[in-house]
């Protein structure tokens, strides 16, 4: 049997063993069936309204890279205004000035736009200015998936209150467990279930915000050490690992009302040799419409990235991602080509005009329920991001409870002798800074010596400073020194130390990174925060005080 032909039996097994809860959360959700409905009218007035070239544009979203270059953005207003894009997609800006932006485009556009973004921890993610959320593998380590849908409502609002209607959020990858896989801390872990439970609980607290959530990276994305930006990674996966671990989590995700979905520059052989998924029918029309019965969005990764190297010129390769299955293309390299192309292809017979329409008409119908039935609907729900509102605080105190939620326990022999001990038998060494948690120990009467990074002797000196019989607490706020070759030498100094029973290891930072740190094996109890921010030094000074507990659970295995 063909390794197709295998992939179709195996996933028409697999679709009689969709999880009751996932089944339950599709009856209480909007889902694209419920949406397309709802918006037949207004689709087909703006249908009818549009010239073949403006329902090929709206095929496309362009990119807002640099809106303070004056020329670069007249260009893109210029662009905008002529051809009509169905969306544009931001990159990094402070949120003021997005609000600019969008509010400068959207007037200039026939049919409202898909405002899209990268947001996987929420607006900050391209907006310095505004509040970050947890990375994806410390909500990995949140057993309270409700927690996960309230950053999700939480996420949507702010998004909203800058005008963006399209997340590029959640990251249904799920990491390999034999390598330290590219995707790493943006993926919610190891295991299938939990990063299936996780990325639907995002999900669907982003789309009941009146956001459209964007899963990535179709099909799966975790099981590759090489960035697709760079080159095109491979996913070797047989095809019972690719449909148990890579495809579990987006076959969940549209069983409970999924909007959007992103087809990734990765070739997976089992599919199809030689070819990115992106551009493969087989992936995106027969696994994801066909299988997967995905209903929703397919939006293919940015086309200029050099995973799609190979795959043709500019026109002729946004052709062929559409003839494979998406419906949106994502930064073309340049618009009226594309454009020209694809009108072109139709009047040859190599696309149709009626996978146009549907394609269109798809999109269309996504943008009336975010503009007519949520958007304009319900503003009193929009955050105001100068505003010291409820909300704002809301979303604060929610990021604390969601690292508070996440703390780990990898080791648990002697933290009672840390909590309850006297200040007189501990020493701390902090690699890296965290000022909460020290400032804390000094409290205490805990001598505290920060080691320093860029002067070797000075950190030799440091390391011998704890006296023999002294219980050491050992701070890593700074994981990623561990990696380095050149601290080798130090760091088997430093290693000597963990051979104490008496250690205490605190460790903050990507749990991916615990391979370059062997030595905590031995230490007696050590803890984990998964990053080091105000919140995360916040959450290890209430453990260390008994106020709570370490209820994390390690979202990826060693």
Known sequence: MSNFKALVLFCLLLSFDIIANSQDNREQKIDPGHIFTVGRQWCDSVWNSLS??????????????????QNKYLRLREEVEQLQPGGIILYAMESEKAREVIDDLQSLAKVPLFVSMDGEVGAAMRFRDMRRFPYAITMGA?????????????????????????????????????????IGYRAFGDDPENVARKSVALMQGLQDGGVMAVGKHFPGH????????????????????FMQRDIFPFKEYIASGGWGLMSAHIEVPVLEKGVPASFSSKA?????????????LAIIDAINMAGTTGMGSPGEIDVKALVAGNDIIVMPRDLNTSIESVLQAVKAGDLLMSDVEEKCRRSLLFKNWLFNEVFLQDEESVVDINSESSE??????LNQQLYDAALTILKDERFDELRYG??????????????????????????????????????????????????????????????????????????????KKNSFGLFMGNPY?????????????????????????KTIVKFLEGVIQAEGKLPARF
């Not at 960035?227 to 095809?239: C, E, G, T, Y």
């Not at 890593?476 to 070759?485: C, D, M, T, V, Y």
């Open 284 to 296: 995106l029309k027969s696994l994801l419409r066909e299988q997967l019965h995905f209903e929703g």
């Open 52 to 69: 073949d070239k403006e329902k090929i544009a709206q095929l496309f979203w362009v990119a807002v890279e640099i809106p303070h270059a």
């Open 422 to 499: 006297s200040s007189g038998e501990f020493t701390c060494l902090a690699l890296g800074k965290a000022e909460i948690v020290t400032d804390e120990l000094k409290s205490r009467g805990i001598p505290v010596y920060q080691l320093p990074l860029h002067n070797n002797l000075l950190f030799e000196l440091a390391i011998n400073n704890p006296k023999p019989h002294q219980k050491l607490i050992v701070i890593i706020a700074l994981p990623n020194w561990g990696r380095s070759e050149l601290h080798e030498e130090l760091k088997n100094k430093f290693a000597l130390l963990s051979q």
């Open 222 to 241: 975790g099981n590759t050490d090489v960035d697709s930006h760079h080159k095109l990674p491979v996913n070797n996966h047989s095809i019972e690992s």
């Open 142 to 182: 949140v057993d309270d998936d409700s927690l996960i849908y309230r950053a999700g409502i939480e996420m949507a609002k702010e998004l909203r209150s800058i005008g963006v209607n399209a997340n590029f959020a959640p990251v249904l990858d799920v990491n390999s467990r034999e390598l330290i896989p590219v």
């Open 513 to 537: 990174h615990l391979d370059y740190w062997p030595e905590l094996d031995d230490y007696g109890a050590v803890i984990m925060s998964y990053e080091n921010t105000l919140e995360t030094q």
């Open 392 to 397: 704002k605080s809301d979303s604060t105190d």
